[in-house]
């Protein structure tokens, strides 16, 4: 008796991987970071030099004076006096100290009773304005 | 007649997941304590909205003085005094910089709000020192 067997069809074989779980692990994981991350803030920084009210006033006598920005309350209000002009504005201290001589540099003379913020304005203003040099000088 | 020679057995493979799930923690961990690390040295608080130097040269932030709003000085997580500042400074100068006051780091992160004075206070102490040079944290407008 001769009984044909059918050829078997052998199916690939299959490889089976459960990725739910990993999957689970990974959404969850997504949402926590999600949910903790604070945004950093970009930081950066300013580098003036320091110097005392008594250093920048007995400083000896050369061919080139600094610029000398005081930061103080004027008429009630925060401003920036250079020399006989106020300025209210980091912009327009900017504009002015672009058009003095850079040699010898800028003093940024800081007085109490100020935001702190708007002393490092004058400091910014002066490097906006091209001066590498600037000192700051803090009230005593 | 023997018919039990073709078996369709279907291959499972058996993929070991263990060691990813390890290393999957062992990340989270890192990155927890590394953000625990950075929150120490720098404090919470608005810092004035300025450009600053925009140099691409990242430095090295060295001692991280920080000044809060209500002018309290927070160093390493913790608040120190004038007096207590003036000596850890003094500390840095000797121990690391050789006693070379103007080679120390510092940067000192004062909030846009606090008052001047304060600031003002720090850095003539500063000066005392012989630290030339002090540079202030600014936060980059977006």
């Known amino acids: 008796m001769r009984i044909r067997v059918k050829p078997s069809r052998r199916r690939p074989d299959r490889i089976t991987l459960n990725l739910a779980s990993m999957i689970d692990v990974t959404f969850l994981l997504l949402i926590y970071f999600l949910v903790t991350t604070v945004l950093a803030k970009q930081e950066d920084r300013l580098s003036p030099t320091l110097q005392t009210e008594s250093e920048s006033a007995s400083g000896e006598l050369s061919d080139f004076q600094p610029q000398i920005v005081k930061v103080m309350n004027i008429d009630g209000a925060p401003g920036y006096q250079l020399g006989p002009n106020v300025f209210r504005t980091k912009e327009d201290l900017a504009r002015t100290l672009g058009g003095l001589p850079k040699t010898a540099g800028v003093f940024i003379h800081v007085h109490n009773d100020l935001p702190v913020g708007f002393a490092v304005a004058a400091i910014q203003a002066a490097r906006d304005a091209g001066f590498d040099q600037v000192t700051y000088v803090p009230a005593k | ?142």
């Open chain 2, 1 to 142: 007649m023997k018919f039990g020679g073709i078996r369709n057995r279907e291959k499972v493979l058996i993929v070991d997941i263990t060691p990813m799930i390890d290393v999957v923690f062992l990340l989270i961990i890192f990155f927890m304590v590394a953000a625990q690390f950075a929150r120490t040295t720098r404090a919470e608080m608005d810092l004035p909205l300025e450009p600053g130097e925009q140099e691409q040269q990242a430095e090295e932030a060295g001692l991280v003085i920080n000044v809060l709003a209500d002018g309290s000085i927070i160093v390493n997580e913790q608040t120190l005094d004038l007096d207590q500042l003036e000596a850890m400074v003094r500390d840095e100068v000797q121990n690391v910089h050789g006693g070379d006051a103007k080679l120390v780091k510092l940067l000192i992160r004062s909030d846009r709000n606090n008052d001047t004075s304060r600031l003002n206070q720090i850095l003539n102490r500063l000066e005392t020192l012989g630290v030339g040079a002090a540079r202030l944290a600014t936060e980059v407008p977006r």
